[in-house]
């Protein structure tokens, strides 16, 4: 059997945007992309470490534990043998609290694959491979939660591209969410149900093209 680990945050934890609701695992991404790999005779168990607010490397004044760096190694050490670690985190970098730029959360994400690649795992047991995903741009962020995110459309600009130029330089696998869904207009921030499905099954095809997993 493959595990793989997503580490994200409430896009991937699936928020029903402007709720406080929870889709089930069939309904968010990486239950339906551990049921479209089942189903194409993949042997797979997706592992979820999904925190709402976390961010890559920086602290949340308000809220504890959020620091996306904070025990990954230790979350590495937990869950192996790994064969893939996808990472989707930099949203949250861009509230308000934070001026960031897309260069700087990108870095955050550099750090991360660092520590996922020195985690102290046993030493039979492989390093993963990591697959970097760009979150979805976010765009007019409203709801309860968009005052949190003002301004994060300036802050955020030219972040998938930055991803990209990190996921080069540290020989990562590399996909953009962008290319293929969008943010709900309902917050600007998360995804509805059906782009939920879409991208489970893009990351689904990615793996198998990319030949991330053992064959079935």
């Not at 025990?71 to 949203?91: F, K, R």
């Not at 020195?118 to 939660?145: H, R």
């Not at 709900?184 to 509805?192: A, K, M, N, V």
Request: charged fraction near 25%.
């Amino acid at each position: 059997m493959d595990n793989i680990l997503v580490y994200s945050d409430s896009v991937s934890w699936g928020i029903i945007p402007d709720t406080r609701q929870r889709m089930t695992f069939a309904q968010r991404w990486p239950g339906v992309l551990e049921f479209h790999l089942n189903e194409n005779h993949h042997n797979v168990r997706v592992i979820e470490n999904c925190l709402n607010g976390r961010k890559t490397v920086w602290d949340d004044p308000f809220r504890e534990g959020r620091r996306g760096v904070d025990g990954l190694a230790q979350v590495i050490e937990m869950h192996s043998p790994l064969q893939c670690v996808i990472l989707m985190l930099g949203t949250n970098d861009f509230q308000e609290t934070h001026d960031n730029k897309a260069s700087m959360s990108a870095q955050g994400v550099a750090k991360l694959v660092s520590v996922i690649r020195n985690a102290p795992i046993e030493a039979d047991m492989p390093v993963p491979k990591i697959l970097i995903i760009a979150p979805v741009t976010i765009i007019n962020p409203c709801g309860i939660i968009g005052y949190k995110f003002t301004g994060a459309e300036k802050r955020c600009a030219g972040y998938a591209k930055e991803l990209e130029k990190v996921s080069h330089d540290l020989e990562t696998l590399f996909l953009d969410a962008n290319k293929w869904v969008k943010v709900s207009e309902r917050d600007g921030i998360h995804l509805d149900e059906d782009q939920h499905l879409l991208l489970g099954k893009v990351v689904a095809d990615f793996l198998s093209e990319n030949k991330v997993l053992h064959s079935p």
